[in-house]
C-alpha cells in the first residue's frame, strides 16, 4: 500500500516528509495554516540534499477534514496549539496517527484523546528551514526518522511507513522503545536549546566557551540522562562525554529555540524543557540544572511581554 | 580627628560616602579617572535624600599619591581592576584601608599585599548612581554602611569611622563578622543580580512572575546560605523567605548588574557570583543553581564579544 496521509502543520519537517512520502507513491494532502495561500497555489516547492521532493498536495486544507490512512503530525509544540482538535476531523475508523514532535511526554495527551487509534511516535533528526512560504530546504546530510509504536512494541504500520519513507530517499529507523529515542534526542535539546534561547541566540561555539560552561552542560545533561534512567530508559554512560564532543565539532550553529528566540517565535519550552522537569520531579530525580533553565527561559519568554522598568 | 581620606573610585558609592566624610569634616580627596575633568573643575555635585552633599575635594588626582589616614576604596570590582597598584601610592605608615565593595572573598589580594595596614571591609546598602561626570544622586531613603575589621573583630578605626559617618548624616553600623555581613548582603546579590543580567536587565517583578522562578530564587539563595553556613557565616534561617518577600515587595526595579549589562558595562561577575561558586566548591557545598548562573553569565558575557553565526 501507498495510501493516503495528511500531513499537519506543514512546516519545514512537515514538507520534507511529505515530499519523501509524495516521491514514495503516497496519496499526500495537507493542512497549512499561515502559508495556506502560497500552498494550494503552487504545492510545496522543498529542495533537498536527497534531491527535489517538491511536490502538489492531493488537498490543500485550511483544517483537517476527511479521512486518511495516517494522519503525520509534525507541529511545533508551543502554548496553545491544540492538536487533539486539529487532528480529530482526519480521523477514520483505521486512521494511524503519527507525531513527528520535538520535546519528551508529547504523546500523551493524543493517546488518551484518541484511545481507538495507533499512535506512532517519531524523532526527526533532519535539518530544514522555512525559507518563504511553501518553500523548504532540507540542508542537513542525514534525513533520519526514529520511529516507534506509542508508548513501546512492535508495530507493521511503523514497518510499512519506514518502507514508504526509504522508498521516497530518508532513512527511517523502526524500535521498540521509541520514548528512549526522545529521550536521547532530549540529552542534546532540552539542554542546548535552552541555553541558546535564555543566552539571546547562542551558537554552539558559544555555549562551550569556557571550561565553566562546558562542566555546566556536562551537567546538565547527566540530569537528563538520570531522570531518563528513572523513567525506565537508560542512555548509554557516554551519552553526555558524546553530546559535549558533538557539539564541540558543529559550527556556531544556533539552534532551533536559538532561532526561535531571535526571530521572536513562540518556543517549545514545555515540550523540550518543561515536561524533563516535571517527569524529575515525578520520579523525585535531582535536576537542579535544568530547573535552573527552565525558571530563566520562563522569565525570559516573559520579558518579551515588555521591557522593565529602570528605577 | 577627622583626618585625611582618599577616596578610591569616585564613581556614586565613593562620591556619596566622599560627601558624608566631607559634610562630617573630614579632608577628603579624589583619585577620579573617567570623571576627572568634571570633577577636578566643578568638584562633586551630590543629591540625597540626606540633603546636598556637593563637595569641593582638597585634592583631585589622577591617580593615588599622598599619605592618608584612611584610603576609602569604592571601586567596581570588575576584570582588569587591579585594587592593590591604584592603592599602593597613597599608603603612609598609619593608613587604614577600607573596602567598600560588592561581593565576597573581596579583601584577601588587599590584606595579602599590604599586611602592615589595618584593613576595614564595608558593605554599602545605599543606592546611589551616577547621573553625569561629577554628578552623582543618592535615591535610597536608607544610607546604612556595615563597616568591619577583615577577617573579624573589634577595631577603633572602624568605630572612630562610624562616628564620622554618623556625624555627616548616614548610617553605620560596626560588626565583628563583616564577612558575615557580606554573606548577609550576598543571599540577595549573588542571585539577583546574575538573573537580571542573564535576561537581558530584568526586573524585580520580572524575576519573580512565575511560581517556578520564585522556587528557583528560594534554592539558589538557600544555596548561598549553605556555602555562607559551612564557611563558618550562618545566615538566619528565614533568610532565602524574607528575600523573596522583599523583593516581591518593590517596585520593578533593574538590579545594578542588570543595569550594566542594559548599558554594555562590564560586570562584577567574579566578585558577586564567580567568589561563591569557587568557595562552595571548596567547601564541597553543593551549588548547582549558582554554577548554573555563573555559567550562563559568563556565556552572556562571551556573547558581548560577538554575535554567533546563524547556520
Tied chains: 1, 2.
Excluded at 202 to 207: C, I, N, R
Amino acid at each position: 500500500m501507498a495510501g493516503s496521509v495528511l500531513i499537519v502543520g506543514a512546516g519545514a519537517i512537515g514538507a520534507f516528509y511529505g515530499g519523501v512520502l509524495a516521491r514514495a507513491g503516497c496519496d499526500v494532502s495537507v493542512v497549512a495554516r499561515s502559508d495556506y495561500d502560497a500552498v494550494a497555489r503552487d504545492g510545496f516547492r522543498v529542495a533537498s540534499t536527497i534531491g527535489d521532493l517538491s511536490f502538489r498536495p492531493r488537498k490543500v486544507l485550511r483544517a483537517a477534514e476527511g479521512e486518511f490512512d495516517i494522519v503525520f503530525v509534525a507541529l511545533k509544540l508551543t502554548r496553545g496549539v491544540d492538536r487533539v482538535a486539529m487532528i480529530r476531523p482526519a480521523l477514520g475508523p483505521g486512521t494511524a496517527i503519527v507525531l513527528v514532535v520535538n520535546g519528551i511526554d508529547v504523546e500523551q495527551e493524543v493517546a488518551e484523546a484518541f484511545p481507538g487509534h495507533e499512535l506512532l511516535s517519531g524523532v526527526a533528526y533532519a535539518a530544514a528551514s522555512r525559507e518563504a512560504p511553501g518553500h523548504v530546504r532540507h540542508h542537513s546530510q542525514y534525513t533520519r526518522l526514529i520511529l516507534g509504536r506509542y508508548p513501546s512494541g512492535a508495530s507493521e504500520t511503523a514497518d510499512r511507513l519506514a518502507e514508504l519513507l526509504k522508498k521516497g530517499g530518508s532513512s527511517c529507523q523502526v524500535v521498540e522503545d521509541i520514548v528512549g529515542a526522545r529521550w536521547m534526542k532530549c540529552a542534546w535539546n532540552t539542554v542546548f536549546n535552552p541555553i541558546s534561547a535564555i543566552g539571546g541566540g547562542l551558537g554552539s561555539k558559544d555555549m562551550l566557551a569556557s571550561g565553566e560552561s562546558v562542566a555546566f552542560a556536562h551537567a546538565a545533561i547527566s540530569e537528563v540522562c538520570a531522570v531518563a534512567k528513572a523513567a525506565g530508559h537508560p542512555l548509554p554512560e557516554d551519552t553526555a562525554d558524546k553530546q559535549i564532543a558533538g557539539t564541540q565539532r558543529m559550527a556556531n550553529h544556533v539552534s532551533s529555540m536559538g532561532q526561535d528566540w531571535l526571530a521572536g517565535r513562540p518556543m517549545e519550552t514545555e515540550a523540550i524543557l518543561g515536561n524533563a522537569v516535571r517527569i524529575a520531579r515525578r520520579l523525585q530525580v535531582p535536576a537542579p540544572r535544568l530547573e535552573s533553565l527552565y525558571a530563566l527561559l520562563l522569565m525570559a519568554e516573559n520579558r518579551r511581554r515588555g521591557p522593565a522598568e529602570v528605577a
